[in-house]
């Protein structure tokens, strides 16, 4: 599940969490789950560990992005 969220992610700007619950996890957007929330942050653990130059990041309204920094 996680290389798919960062494949869905990668080369996108920033996707609405809802989006990304129903394509990569098959979860309806009327279904309150932490699921994602999850898997983002045991990707974010994981790429800090093992680049500092892609952040996986998120605004206010509740969209993420894949961020690489040159």
Known sequence: IESRII???HGKNFVNKDI????VLGIKK???SKSLDTHLYRLRNKLSSICNNIKILSNDSSDIKLNSVD
Do not use: S
């Open 30 to 32: 009327d279904i309150d």
């Open 7 to 9: 494949r869905f992610l």
């Open 20 to 23: 990304i619950n129903e394509k």
